[in-house]
């Protein structure tokens, strides 16, 4: 059974750090797309960031750049996304999302296999 568990999340303070893990089990994601979401009350899913885990290319949307990065760690199945510079823009629940075929359009149209059931993060003012 594929199940994907999402980790680290928590509240901190305008210009603080997190790093959120998603650990994979039950299937390994090589050269598949690998994606973090996240949604605010009220608002739509966005995608945050995506990773091909074949080649290593990575994907932010534009709000993120310079402050997040996604990275894996192929010997024990796990994402992971770091986020520096916290804004409260930032607070959502975020998700993970595996097993996409490629990263094309990933966050415009996602096509992901399996996600994950998400971790809290609150950045106060």
């Known amino acids: 059974q594929v199940q994907l568990v999402e980790s680290g999340g928590g509240s901190v303070q305008t210009g603080g750090s997190l790093r959120l893990s998603c650990a994979a089990s039950?299937?390994?994601?090589?050269?598949?797309?690998m994606g973090w979401f996240r949604q605010a009350p009220g608002k739509e899913r966005e995608g945050v960031a995506a990773i091909y885990t074949g080649s290593g290319s990575t994907y932010y949307r534009d709000s993120v750049k310079g402050r997040f990065t996604i990275s894996q760690d192929n010997g024990v199945n796990t994402l992971y996304l770091q986020m520096n510079s916290l804004k409260p823009e930032d607070t959502a629940m975020y998700y993970c999302?595996?097993?996409?075929?490629?990263?094309?359009?990933?966050?415009?149209?996602?096509?992901?296999?399996?996600w994950g059931q998400g971790t809290q993060v609150t950045v106060s003012s």
């Open positions: 039950g299937y390994t994601y090589s050269r598949t797309c």
């Open positions: 999302a595996a097993g996409m075929t490629t990263c094309v359009a990933w966050a415009q149209d996602p096509r992901f296999n399996d």
